[in-house]
């Protein structure tokens, strides 16, 4: 196996490369933002046979694109609004990535509905349902049918439920996936096809010619270097940091507000149950999503006007979803049974652009300046019609034609092959030494990227070891991390790559130093370089810890924002 000669891959030489033809290419579109828009843009571009780059200032996903529920649904509530396009575009995109795009990064998940009341209920949230699965049917859906359920069975599947407030339920299909691997496999996939991947590089100015956007003007927070780099037309694609993107061209309006949603993670052990959960609160809704060996939980929604890039959740955002949880629960879970919290912002459009400005669906596609296209809002699972839309939208800045998307043909780097992968799991376990077990999840990580993986523990068995401190991993996946999926930092892999920092109690303290001394060899780290990256890595576990005590939102993030930023620190 060649694996250098991998263009999915993207470890330090990647990196080095990457640099240079930044500096020195003119491209026809540039993006900003490595998250799951952001990544689907440059995935589209460069199918069409656009030369591109993407410009992310952190890591990849590591805005809203890692903390979110880590569904890929429909969306059942927007069928409350009559949003029936909305809903059957998400179903469609949904089939396609369960059967054809990423069936190794994408499955099934069964979610209970349970009823607080008698008939009324079945029949309203079931015709909502029975909806639903029509839609679905229309698209590619691989998915089993919805089915009533009745008390009994409803306890039966889910028997953590307090059996005197329920009188039934109803159990349906959506589908899941972990958000930041699989933002990073559109990632190596359009890396596998021409694109520059460049994080760790924040865009700080725009080049001008007139009016016109030709470029964008960066900082390498790894080194410190200034760039320039140049544009046909240039792709906004940040998130909630849209209105300060836009800032740098001059205009001042306030588009994109931020609504903060947190989730909490439980050991699955402390929920009895089969099934994920969904139920309707006053203000939202709260989704039981099993995930490996957890629960996550969540989400609440209140506004955030406070730092960006690390929101914290605090004391009462906890306290709000545990109350909610144990309104539910036969047996109350308490904070002590919370191993993890993330919190995440959502984008949200603002009713003046809806106004003015195209709206697409559920996200809005705004060119506040010759040869700057904004896209913003939407949803993780409608990522590739979101991308097919900016992409058309930016090429009426592209002289001659631009062929027309084509990324419902093509599927995630990992995909190709997995299916004979997994037929034949046993046999690649008793080929590679590796139990069963760990092959399947391993297939479910990486798809037939597991190929890799086994062909580095054949080079260096010791990489085949559990990882000291998070023994669901093994050591080659942090080292796999820094040389094949573009982590630059210790917690990168911590908290992206892995989910080590929200799966352990300890929080991955004592992951950190295995998995440092791992990176440490793929990125020539020296021993000063691991000490920063582990003092790093505990003062943002200490801040974060502290301020989930922190009554409201003011003193969380104030309390969070005492520990500093690595990629601040790298160069200053
Ligand atoms: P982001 O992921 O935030 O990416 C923007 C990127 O731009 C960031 O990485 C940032 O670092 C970068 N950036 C900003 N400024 C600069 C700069 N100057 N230079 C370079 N880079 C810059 N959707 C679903 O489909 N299913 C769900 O279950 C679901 N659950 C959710 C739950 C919660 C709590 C939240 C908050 C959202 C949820 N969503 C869900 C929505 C989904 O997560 C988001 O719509 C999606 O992740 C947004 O991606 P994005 O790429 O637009 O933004």
């Not at 575009?89 to 998940?109: D, F, I, M, N, T």
């Not at 947190?262 to 999503?289: N, Y």
Request: charged share 25%; proline share 5%; net charge negative.
């Amino acid at each position: 196996m060649h694996m250098s000669s991998d263009p999915s891959r993207l470890g330090p030489e990647q990196r080095s490369a990457a640099l240079e033809r930044l500096n020195e290419e003119r491209f026809d579109v540039v993006i900003i933002g490595g998250g799951i828009t952001g990544m689907g843009a440059a995935l589209d571009a460069v199918t069409r046979g656009l030369s591109v780059a993407v410009i992310e200032q952190r890591d990849i996903a590591s805005g809203t694109s890692s903390r979110s529920s880590k569904l890929i649904h429909g969306g059942l509530r927007y069928l409350e609004q009559f949003d029936v396009p909305l809903v059957r575009e998400a179903l469609r995109e949904r089939g396609l990535l369960l059967s054809k795009l990423a069936p190794h990064l994408v499955y099934p998940v069964p979610i209970i509905y349970p009823f607080r009341h008698r008939a009324w209920e079945r029949l309203y949230v079931g015709s909502g349902v029975m909806m639903y699965d029509l839609l679905a049917a229309t698209g590619s859906n691989p998915m089993p049918w919805h089915r009533h359920l009745s008390r009994t069975k409803l306890l039966e599947m889910f028997p953590a439920l307090n059996p005197q407030r329920f009188t039934g339920g109803l159990l349906y299909f959506d589908a899941g996936t972990d958000d930041a691997r699989f933002t990073m496999f559109v990632a190596r996939t359009a890396a596998k096809n021409g694109a520059v991947i460049a994080p760790s590089m924040r865009v700080n100015g725009f080049e001008r010619e007139g009016h016109r956007v030709i470029g964008v003007r960066a900082t390498c927070l790894e080194s410190g270097q200034d760039l320039t780099v140049s544009a046909r037309v240039v792709i906004n694609a940040t998130g909630v940091w849209t209105d300060d993107v836009e800032a740098l061209v001059g205009d001042r309006e306030r588009n994109v507000t931020a609504s903060k949603g947190i989730h909490i993670v439980v050991p699955k052990d402390r929920i009895e149950a089969s099934t994920g959960l969904i139920t309707k609160t006053k203000k939202s809704v709260l989704f039981f999503v099993p995930f490996d060996e957890y629960w996550l939980i969540g989400t609440t929604d209140t506004p955030w006007n406070l730092g960006l890039a690390h929101p914290a959740a605090s004391r009462s955002d906890i306290d709000y979803l545990l109350d909610h949880v144990n309104a539910l629960l036969a047996e109350p879970i308490s904070p002590e049974d919370v191993v993890g919290v993330y919190a995440g912002l959502r984008p949200l459009v603002s009713g003046d652009v809806e106004s003015t400005a195209k709206l697409s669906r559920e996200h809005a596609i705004t060119h506040p300046a010759p040869g700057l296209v904004t896209i913003a809002g939407g949803k993780f699972t409608t990522y590739r019609v979101m991308a097919e839309d900016v992409v058309n939208e930016a090429s009426l800045e592209l002289a001659g034609r631009v062929p027309e998307s084509v990324t419902d043909e093509i599927p995630l780097v990992g995909a190709a092959g997995y299916e004979t992968l997994w037929t034949n799991r046993e046999r690649v376990a008793r080929e590679s030494g590796l139990s069963v077990d760990t092959v399947e999840r391993l297939l479910h990580r990486y798809g037939s990227a597991i190929e890799d993986l086994i062909a580095l523990i054949e080079e260096r068995p010791e990489l085949g070891e559990p990882l000291e401190g998070a023994p669901g991993y093994l050591a080659v996946e942090a080292s796999y991390a820094a040389s094949h999926e573009g982590a630059l930092h210790l917690d990168d892999v911590l908290t992206r790559r892995t989910k080590i920092s929200i799966e352990e109690p300890d929080r991955g303290l004592a992951a950190a130093l295995p998995v440092a001394k791992l990176l440490a060899e793929v990125l020539g780290w020296d021993d000063a370089t691991i000490e920063r990256e582990l003092d790093h890595y505990r003062a943002r576990v200490a801040a974060e810890r502290d301020s989930q005590t922190q009554p409201d939102d003011r003193t969380a993030d104030a309390t969070r924002m005492g520990a500093a930023d690595v990629r601040t620190l790298a160069w200053e």
